[in-house]
């Protein structure tokens, strides 16, 4: 049997399908990653664009990286959410973001990528107090 995953945007409006096994799951660090997700870093599962379908209305958003290639971005037209990437030094790949899948339980990152750009805040400490659900204070105004 094989492995398939599936995932969608917040709104619902965009789902997708892949067969498989990622090729690699990685974790980026790259300026353009970290502004794409609004955070430190993306995580992403990479496949073989034959091996995933995808369904309803995308935006892209296409730069150069520093190698010169060109990478897309494609977003839920709707609600914004980043769905994958696509790279021209790879362009029967693509990558999903990890965030977006509805069962990655058994997926790990494999790689780490522009490590030397990853910022400082992007790790928790041990003094961090953590939730394990929306706590019900509001911060000290």
């Known amino acids: 049997m094989t492995q398939k995953y599936t995932g969608k945007c917040l709104c619902g409006a965009v789902s997708y399908a892949a067969e498989g096994i ?20 993306t995580v992403g599962a990479m496949f073989a664009a034959k091996a995933v379908t995808i369904s309803g209305n995308l935006t892209r958003f ?48 494999e790689v780490v990528i522009f490590e030397r750009d990853k910022p400082h805040w992007d790790a928790l400490g041990e003094d961090v107090v953590c939730f394990a659900t929306q706590p019900d204070w509001t911060p000290d105004v």
């Open 62 to 109: 296409t730069y150069l990286s520093d190698k010169g290639s060109e990478v897309t971005k494609a977003f839920c037209a709707t609600c914004g959410s980043p769905i994958f990437g696509r790279n021209t030094r790879m362009p029967d790949h693509l990558t999903l973001s990890l965030g977006t899948m509805d069962d990655a339980a058994d997926l790990s990152v």
């Open 22 to 41: 990622p090729n690699v799951v990685a974790q980026c660090h790259c300026n353009e990653c970290r502004r794409s997700s609004g955070t430190g870093h």
